[in-house]
């Protein structure tokens, strides 16, 4: 239309902006501006009782790097890590159902896993204790039938704390797979299956790979939130293994000690660009 | 919609499962007019404008404590609240809302009355001041009571499952042994840790230098790897669970145990323990100090005392107020501590920026 030969692309106008603009503000003011600080934080002191110093020390970088926080961080990412393969396991074949499913049993399944939402992830986390307790139900329910004869030891245990992240993290992996699953060409399947390739095959050469950005959409989105989601670990993990986020919290109110806090968090946002990049990289492939 | 009525009804019993637990010793009354043996049962007026802005601990305060307060003078109360004076503090500093009423501990207010960050109180406005007991007035950290009136005092005590621990505990010793591994719980607080480790090694509680740090440390690497839960906010859930047999933990926690179940046993360790006193200040940036004051003077009534001191029982400073205390409730060691205990009591002192080193010392040995 323009005359240009080539892709045929529209470039924004006005409208476009307007319609964009508040979005454009919106991260501005509530990302841009919060992570610009942030960052400009981890290089002051802070003194007294809680006035900054814009001194330009790297010395809480310097800090960051001891053992400590190293080890600190390396357990987040590792509990992270352990939840968003165990959500992968669990949620693919839970989404590939839901997707391949007719519209009418498709539309409750998909109430059924959006529906924990509806109450704060706080109580329903909270509810978890009172599931594995040594007083609480499963336990009371395996003694009572004899399987056991001493409770369990369930909970403030690692277990419980990925059990609690798995939970909460579950349907963030569900919802993105199936969304992918959804729009699977039915054709592509049968050519596969006409070419000679078993279901094991149809699944793992042609339905993963055509799944794949649901699949690193879900990772993403349980792998970065959940590294520092403490209030989860806290609650279920009894706080004996320090996670990042409860680190850096404790920066900010009892270490006081903000700037740190802020050099931790720094840190943390350049692993969360990391995990962007390599997922991008992975699906360019 | 079917699915939505039993939704509704799962989300119900999931958040009565998570309410329940013995509901806390509330009173039943409600007095909305004051009785007449006060002399202040009519609130006076203030030219202010009728706000204000209430900022305390979570869990210390009654909800209908602040409303009957809202009722009877006309002032719109907001309140916010904090789990942790550095939390408060932080807030304060920040300068986000203008507060009229904090609740810090001892240790804070001695260091904002340094900075000169309170608003001095005027004794006239409060002449509830007189019921509180000698022992908590001109205290320390703000002599004269220039800008703070005490609220609730209390302590760090050892609270026992006697169902689950047969032996006897006396202290913080006895606490962290090897047969207790894993069915520990101790409050989330790295000053707090220490300070016991500095008992039990007879380092002055508050000079958290390197060097103390230092020696400290051994013992700290032997008693955490014991503790299974570390919580400040609710310790009396695992307790109550039994997901632990014993911990050190806040005196009002401990008091409602004791309170729920008599397997539970309240000790003051032996090698020693702290006093907090939380107190009611104005911050210099109060936008309604007349109406914080009106306020202050309220919650030092006999009446409303007694009611914070049924739903919370820390150890009350108002002895008008203990008089209206039930028999038990007097008698329960982990609210008011005997006259020997409280003498072996200490103080916090504010550390100001070793509260860092502090932390992580705490976090270094919980992260091996």
Known sequence: MTGHSGTFRRKPGLLAWLVFAPLAIWLLLFVILPTGMLVALSFAEQRGLGTIHFTWTLDNYVRAFQWTWLKVLSVSVWYAFLTTIICMVLGYPVAYYIGRSGPRTREILLALVMIPFWTSFLIRTYAWITILSKEGLLNTVLMSMNIVSEPLTLMYTPFASVLGLVYNFLPFMILPIYSSVERLDGAMIEAAHDLGAGPVRAFSQVIIPLTSPGIAAGALLVFIPSIAMFAITNLMGGGSQPTIGQVIYNQFTAGRNQPFGAALGTLLLMIFILALYLTKRYRKE | ?368
């Open chain 2, 1 to 368: 919609m079917k699915m939505k009525a039993t939704l509704i009804a799962a989300a119900a019993t999931t958040l009565m499962l998570v309410g329940c637990g013995k509901p806390a010793v509330t009173t039943e009354e409600t007095p909305t007019s004051e009785s007449t043996a006060s002399p202040d049962a009519a609130a006076p007026e203030t030219s202010e404008p009728k706000r204000l802005s209430v900022f305390s601990w979570s869990e210390y305060i009654p909800q209908s404590v602040i409303d009957d307060f809202a009722t009877e003078t006309g002032i719109k109360v907001s309140v916010e609240n904090y789990a942790s004076n550095e939390e408060m503090l932080a807030k304060l500093m920040a300068g986000g809302g203008a507060y009229d009423i904090i609740q810090p501990s001892e240790y804070v207010v001695e260091a904002l009355v340094k900075e000169d960050a309170l608003h001095p109180i005027d004794h006239a406005a409060i002449p509830n001041l007189k019921y509180i007991g000698p022992d908590f007035l001109n205290m320390a950290f703000d002599p004269g009571n220039k800008f703070s009136v005490p609220f609730m005092a209390g302590t760090v005590g050892i609270i026992v499952n006697t169902d689950l621990v047969k032996d006897e505990i006396r202290g913080y010793t006895d606490v962290f042994q090897e047969k207790f591994k894993g069915r520990i719980v101790v409050l989330d607080d790295a000053r707090e840790i220490v300070s016991w480790a500095f008992e039990t090694l007879d380092i002055p509680i508050n000079e958290f230098t390197p060097e103390n740090l230092e020696k400290a440390k051994p013992l700290l690497q032997k008693w955490l790897p014991l503790v299974r839960v570390y919580d400040s906010d609710s310790p009396k859930t695992s307790l109550i669970n039994g997901d632990v047999a014993l911990g050190v933990v806040w005196g009002g926690e401990g008091a409602k145990l004791l309170e729920e179940n008599e397997k539970f046993k309240w000790v003051i360790p032996a090698e020693g323990s702290h006093l907090f006193v939380d107190s009611l200040a104005i911050p210099k940036t109060a936008k309604h100090p007349k109406n914080a004051e009106l306020f202050m003077n309220y919650i030092l009534r006999p009446e409303v005392s007694k009611r914070i001191s049924d739903e919370f029982p820390y150890t009350n400073p108002n002895l008008a107020a203990r008089k209206l205390l039930t028999p038990e409730q007097l008698s329960n060691p982990a609210s008011f501590p005997s006259e020997e205990e409280m003498k072996s009591l200490q103080l916090f002192k504010d550390i100001g920026d070793q509260a860092s080193q502090v932390d992580e010392l705490v976090t270094t040995i919980k992260a091996q």
